[in-house]
């Protein structure tokens, strides 16, 4: 199933492949971000803000939750 395009800034999101991608690329850096600065620093908070966007948008445009 194909979603319409999502522009974060600097990547743009087309198909679910590019969501689930997109991501798993905010779980890395999430958990880098969290190892380096603490899991409640802004640094993580914002990660995670953003994360948690995507996975709802994920939630919502496909069947089961599930974006690859």
Not at 46 to 54: A, F, G, N, P, R
Request: hydrophobic content about 30%; aromatic content about 8%.
């Amino acid at each position: 199933m194909d979603i319409k395009i999502i522009n974060n800034g600097s990547f743009n999101i087309e198909t679910t492949t590019a969501l689930g991608q997109y991501i798993e690329f905010l779980r890395k850096e999430l958990i880098n971000t969290g190892q380096q600065y603490g899991l409640n620093s802004r640094e993580a908070l914002e990660v995670s803000q953003e994360l948690d966007k995507y996975l709802s948008v994920c939630q919502r445009c496909c069947p089961k939750g599930i974006c690859n």
